[in-house]
């Protein structure tokens, strides 16, 4: 967590993109001044980077998969249909300290890997007849993230799963309980502002 590097794609690392961006950057500083919200600046630039690799490079190569689990993003916000996310944007602009905001999207993040480990389990084949027979109710189709499974069992207003729900977060949390911790992460040194070139 921090200011981490800008990751723009090649299209909007133009001399025009550029400007519109400081411009846009400017105007936001002086409404968040105006608001007398001395910390807005500051959270503006930080960056919640999300992803199991050991470094930021690694990050942004796998960057391009993202849209594949777009709906986590989503959900992390207000959700895909603006009522069934968490709202962490809002949480984290209240939130008194960054260690606050890592507590928060650290819980966040739990609640989202238990939630789309119900989903791919209730997606598995193996999965129990009654599972499997409740989960083709939910689409036409058959396509629905490992998120939106998840929620959907974990709401499934028949309780009808609700022994298979049980179960299978038992075993969830075993193999959470199991994992051995991972190293301190490294936190990103605050980036100063590159030199400005001459015209």
């Keep these: 967590m921090g200011r ?4 723009l794609p090649v299209q909007q690392r133009t001399a025009g993109s550029l400007r519109h961006r400081a411009r846009r950057l400017a105007r936001r500083r002086q409404h968040a001044a105006s608001k007398n919200r001395s910390r807005t600046a500051e959270l ?16 942004r190569v796998s960057y391009r998969r993202r849209w594949a689990t777009e709906g ?7 959700g895909g249909d603006g009522h069934h996310g968490w709202d962490l944007g809002r949480l984290v602009t209240r939130a008194p300290s ?8 650290g819980l966040w993040a739990l609640g989202t890997l238990l939630q789309c480990w119900l989903g791919h389990h209730a997606g598995q084949a193996t999965a129990p007849t009654l599972v499997r ?16 499974r998840g929620r959907l069992a974990r709401t499934e207003p028949s309780a009808q799963l609700s022994l298979w729900l049980k179960d299978t977060l038992r075993v969830g949390t075993e193999h959470l309980a199991a994992t051995p911790p991972l190293a301190p992460v490294r936190r990103l040194p605050a980036r100063r502002p590159a030199p400005r070139q001459a015209a």
Excluded at 72 to 78: D, G, K, M, V
Excluded at 98 to 105: C, G, Q
């Design 4 to 7: 981490g590097p800008a990751v």
């Design 44 to 59: 503006d630039q930080w960056v919640l980077r999300f992803s199991s690799h050991p470094g930021a490079r690694l990050a």
């Design 72 to 78: 986590t993003y989503r959900a992390a916000q207000s």
């Design 98 to 105: 960054a260690t606050a905001v890592e507590r928060i999207v």
């Design 133 to 148: 027979q409740i989960v083709a109710q939910w689409t036409t189709t058959g396509r629905l993230s490992v998120w939106a």
